[in-house]
């Protein structure tokens, strides 16, 4: 195979790749970008053999644009190095056998076929083997949809029956079960995402082993829980997947061991929770506080924040959530003043999020009135922020340099007096127009001199 040195010629060449696969290929993944051809024929013009891997094929033959295009070669790192010694590389996964190569400006990980030793963190590798089997490479994989390669002559490489699971809509180990989430628990909350955002069910003899290795999550760093959590609790699949593993989300959120009286009363809860989730926007927001609705029930309001910091949510998206929390049991009336003063509390994003979480909740209750009135109070507020008008200080006609003019001493007592006249707009007393809000406040200069 031609090996093309500049990557100027990348464009040519890719496209007589596209189209003797086309030809030649059954199974072809489309759309591969040019720079991810380009290192692929480097590598075979070199002699050696590389493959597309992973979550690429198992997205391209989903139909999905990939986020990540990940090869494998039986290369090893210093081959691979000596392969792109035209091109800007980055070492640091060297040890593990990766070598990253920068093609216009896009890092592609290259990775050697290689056996995986013992967890004893249960997270990375003790040690690394290298090897020349793809087979090799592709059993110590996860799961079977994760577990197939790709060849540009040879088409889709698939050993443990990934497709045959993508077609049934199944996440189901690479080998036993057990074996692989002793490796790494990560691996659990790893297939309950895929099961969470593709829709697809567990195999049974996998479920049984997330179930039994679930306590190995304990060992994992939050900040990797955190990534798959998130995804699992926004995935389309997420009522399912929360009704049906309940014991492993109580691993992460131990809180919910005690907001049950009984087993059959949990179930039953539980399941409830997990469908009024489903029902609201797919917002992390929205849906950790139905979450936190749940928890204190009977724990004190407290827990919430401790929970979220165990999370290792960035402070202000703890205090976001929380202030939702706080008032997701606000009345919210279709009047304008009702609307901006909620609109100044929390923003436009802030009760759209408000208003998603009291309706899940009065879906769950089957509180049609509730919903009709939420949605005449959303309508409201759309209308609102699109007139322009005021309902927060940095929208007044007027500011604290204007009120030190008329002789109120710098300090609180501006704020004070801004916050009078904010709520005289918000209420429809005032117009927001300077000359109205300085004879206002000439008005009542008396209550804060």
């Given at each position: 195979?031609e090996d093309?040195t500049?990557?100027d010629?990348?464009?040519?060449?890719?496209?007589?790749?596209q189209?003797?696969?086309?030809m030649?290929c059954v199974?072809?993944?489309?759309?591969i970008?040019n720079i991810?051809?380009?290192?692929l024929q480097?590598?075979?013009g070199?002699?050696?053999?590389?493959?597309?891997?992973g979550?690429?094929?198992r997205?391209?033959l989903?139909?999905?644009t990939p986020?990540?295009?990940d090869?494998?070669?039986?290369?090893?790192?210093e081959e691979?190095?000596?392969?792109?010694e035209?091109?800007?590389?980055?070492?640091?996964?060297?040890?593990?056998?990766?070598?990253?190569v920068?093609?216009?400006?896009q890092?592609l990980?290259?990775?050697?076929?290689?056996l995986?030793?013992t967890y004893?963190?249960?997270r990375?590798?003790d040690?690394?083997t290298?090897?020349k089997s793809?087979?090799?490479?592709l059993?110590?994989r996860?799961f079977?949809?994760n577990a197939?390669a790709y060849?540009l002559?040879k088409?889709?490489i698939?050993?443990f029956?990934?497709?045959a699971d993508?077609?049934?809509?199944?996440?189901r180990c690479?080998?036993d079960?057990?074996?692989?989430?002793?490796?790494d628990?990560?691996r659990?909350?790893r297939?309950?995402?895929?099961s969470?955002?593709?829709g697809?069910?567990?195999?049974?003899t996998?479920a049984?082993a997330?179930?039994q290795?679930r306590?190995g999550?304990?060992?994992?760093?939050?900040e990797?829980?955190?990534?798959?959590?998130?995804?699992?609790?926004l995935?389309?699949n997420?009522?399912?997947?929360?009704?049906?593993?309940?014991s492993?989300v109580?691993?992460?959120?131990?809180?919910?061991?005690?907001c049950?009286?009984?087993?059959?009363?949990a179930?039953?809860e539980?399941?409830s929770?997990?469908n009024t989730i489903?029902?609201?926007?797919?917002?992390?927001?929205?849906?950790?506080?139905l979450?936190?609705?749940?928890i204190?029930r009977?724990?004190d309001?407290?827990?919430?924040?401790q929970?979220?910091?165990?999370f290792?949510y960035g402070?202000?998206?703890?205090q976001?959530i929380?202030q939702?929390?706080?008032?997701k049991?606000?009345?919210?009336?279709?009047?304008?003043?009702c609307v901006?003063?909620v609109?100044r509390l929390?923003?436009?994003?802030?009760?759209l999020?408000l208003i998603?979480?009291?309706?899940?909740l009065?879906?769950?209750?089957g509180c049609?009135?509730?919903?009709?009135?939420?949605?005449r109070?959303k309508?409201l507020?759309?209308e609102?922020?699109?007139?322009g008008?005021?309902?927060?200080?940095?929208?007044l006609a007027?500011?604290?340099?204007?009120l030190?003019e008329?002789?109120?001493?710098e300090?609180?007592k501006?704020g004070?007096?801004?916050?009078?006249?904010?709520m005289?707009?918000i209420?429809?007393?005032l117009?927001?127009?300077?000359?109205s809000?300085l004879?206002?406040a000439?008005?009542?200069l008396?209550e804060f001199?």
């Amino acid at each position: 195979m031609e090996d093309p040195t500049q990557i100027d010629s990348i464009n040519k060449t890719c496209y007589n790749i596209q189209n003797r696969n086309k030809m030649g290929c059954v199974h072809v993944v489309s759309n591969i970008p040019n720079i991810v051809l380009f290192a692929l024929q480097r590598l075979e013009g070199k002699g050696f053999d590389a493959y597309l891997v992973g979550g690429c094929v198992r997205d391209s033959l989903l139909g999905m644009t990939p986020h990540d295009w990940d090869i494998c070669t039986d290369a090893l790192p210093e081959e691979i190095l000596q392969c792109f010694e035209d091109q800007e590389v980055v070492c640091t996964g060297m040890r593990h056998g990766t070598v990253g190569v920068v093609l216009e400006g896009q890092m592609l990980e290259i990775t050697t076929f290689r056996l995986d030793g013992t967890y004893s963190d249960q997270r990375h590798p003790d040690q690394v083997t290298f090897t020349k089997s793809l087979e090799l490479d592709l059993k110590r994989r996860d799961f079977t949809i994760n577990a197939m390669a790709y060849h540009l002559q040879k088409g889709v490489i698939d050993l443990f029956g990934g497709r045959a699971d993508l077609q049934a809509g199944k996440i189901r180990c690479v080998g036993d079960a057990k074996t692989r989430f002793t490796e790494d628990a990560l691996r659990i909350l790893r297939g309950l995402r895929f099961s969470a955002t593709l829709g697809f069910c567990v195999d049974e003899t996998t479920a049984r082993a997330m179930h039994q290795e679930r306590m190995g999550l304990r060992a994992v760093a939050m900040e990797r829980i955190r990534g798959e959590w998130d995804r699992i609790l926004l995935g389309g699949n997420a009522s399912i997947v929360l009704s049906d593993f309940f014991s492993i989300v109580a691993v992460l959120i131990p809180e919910l061991q005690s907001c049950f009286i009984s087993n059959d009363q949990a179930q039953v809860e539980w399941r409830s929770l997990a469908n009024t989730i489903a029902s609201s926007p797919p917002s992390r927001a929205v849906r950790w506080v139905l979450l936190l609705d749940l928890i204190t029930r009977r724990r004190d309001a407290g827990v919430a924040r401790q929970i979220l910091q165990q999370f290792c949510y960035g402070q202000k998206e703890v205090q976001y959530i929380l202030q939702l929390f706080k008032h997701k049991e606000k009345k919210l009336l279709p009047e304008p003043p009702c609307v901006k003063r909620v609109l100044r509390l929390l923003g436009m994003q802030g009760i759209l999020d408000l208003i998603a979480v009291q309706e899940a909740l009065a879906t769950s209750k089957g509180c049609r009135r509730a919903l009709g009135n939420l949605r005449r109070v959303k309508s409201l507020a759309r209308e609102i922020v699109g007139s322009g008008a005021c309902y927060s200080l940095d929208m007044l006609a007027v500011n604290g340099k204007d009120l030190i003019e008329l002789g109120i001493p710098e300090g609180p007592k501006v704020g004070g007096l801004l916050e009078k006249i904010m709520m005289q707009v918000i209420d429809d007393q005032l117009e927001n127009n300077r000359e109205s809000l300085l004879h206002y406040a000439k008005g009542v200069l008396h209550e804060f001199s």
